[in-house]
């Protein structure tokens, strides 16, 4: 037994070193949303984003009631998923205080780097969020699967794989920026997710854009821009 208390201290104890990690990290977007809504609500949201880090699988997703049992234990799934229900429903809070937050974060690793004598790289990256099976959700839209390329290539001892055009399954655009010098870990500025239909929707080009005006107006022309083929277009070149 006392053996067991020993395991279970020494369990929480290193438990304490990531939420350290996590709080440090989200110390801008912590403060702002402690301004506008009730500390619970606050201590929810560091909670959750623990409990995401901590447990998210590149193969299965988080159900709500999941995440409602690891932020308060599984005897209390319930009232874990009542809390995570009230923080995104809260009306004093929204998706662009994150959105700030993560400008402010790129826009301080770039002026460390400037600070270095180093030019500071700024990397576009954009794919696109697969939901094969959800027709439902908000801003779906029709997204290029590579989910169905991999899965369309010929393996060894086994033959006549599906063939013909590309596949197209419901989900959503993203585009993220990532800004990293010559040492250190990158850091993600900008994620920004978009659909080409229903009210909200939009084109590749124009959203491109607004994030290049953005970043202009923020770091001007000293930073060095890396693109994947996916921006090799006549707009970009020109």
């Not at 500025?189 to 994030?211: D, I, N």
Request: hydrophobic share 40%.
């Amino acid at each position: 037994m006392f053996n067991d208390k020993g395991k279970e201290a020494e369990r929480q104890e290193k438990s304490k070193v990531p939420e350290e990690q996590l709080v440090k990290l989200l110390w801008l977007v912590l403060v702002g949303l402690k301004e506008e809504m009730d500390r619970r609500l606050v201590s929810t949201f560091l909670g959750l984003v623990m409990a995401i880090v901590v447990h998210r699988h590149r193969n299965h997703g988080l159900l709500l009631s999941e995440l409602g049992g690891y932020l308060l234990g599984a005897e209390h799934c319930r009232a874990g998923t009542k809390r995570i229900s009230s923080l995104v429903h809260s009306e004093r809070w929204e998706a662009g205080g994150i959105e700030d937050f993560l400008w402010q974060t790129g826009t301080q690793r770039v002026e460390e780097l400037w600070v270095q004598g180093e030019c500071p790289l700024v990397i576009w990256d954009e794919s696109v969020l697969e939901k094969s099976e959800s027709l439902q959700a908000e801003g779906l839209c029709p997204v290029r699967s590579s989910k169905a390329v991999r899965l369309k290539r010929i393996k060894p001892g086994f033959f006549n794989p599906p063939g013909g055009r590309p596949v197209f399954v419901p989900g959503l655009h993203w585009l993220k920026i990532l800004v990293i010098g010559r040492k250190g870990s990158p850091i993600l500025a900008h994620m920004r997710w978009w659909t080409t239909r229903g009210e909200q929707a939009s084109q590749k080009r124009t959203e491109e854009s607004m994030v290049l005006t953005h970043l202009e107006g923020l770091w001007g022309k000293e930073v060095l821009h890396i693109w994947d083929r996916g921006f090799a277009g006549n707009p970009w070149l020109t």
